[in-house]
């Protein structure tokens, strides 16, 4: 997925003609920050599910269960800024934050819970 979004800034910086910052492009600039956001919450995410795979903090149904929710929500979170807000905006109507705040939920929760799950793990036994 990091592949994904970085062809697509780069998609971007082509076609606005900028090789550093944004330009003053809202395009680039969100597709700037979607990658951005993307790089700042996965490192986190599979460093603590690493983590519960081999303190063995929960079973593995229920880490590919949250990692497959984690995905679901960076992809989501994605459509909605690449996607959804653009199209709102030439609509000249207010973007329907709905499926952005899905991919919200479907980030924090599994990282929440693998926090949980690690710190129980470690002091709880």
Avoid at 5 to 22: A, Y
Avoid at 86 to 97: E, L, Q
Wanted: charged share 10%; proline share 3%.
């Amino acid at each position: 997925m990091l592949l994904v979004l970085s062809v697509i800034v780069i998609k971007f910086r082509v076609k606005h003609g900028v090789t550093l910052l944004d330009g003053g492009s809202q395009e680039l600039s969100r597709a700037i920050r979607v990658q951005g956001n993307f790089t700042e919450y996965m490192p986190i995410f599979l460093l603590l599910l690493v983590l519960a795979e081999l303190t063995n903090a929960a079973p593995s149904w229920m880490l590919h269960l949250l990692a497959s929710m984690m995905l679901c929500g960076r992809v989501a979170h994605a459509f909605s800024l690449l996607v959804v807000e653009p199209a709102s905006v030439a609509r000249g109507t207010a973007m329907n934050i709905t499926m952005r705040q899905g991919g919200m939920f479907c980030t924090f929760t599994p990282l929440a819970l693998l926090s949980l799950m690690c710190l129980w793990r470690t002091f709880i036994g």
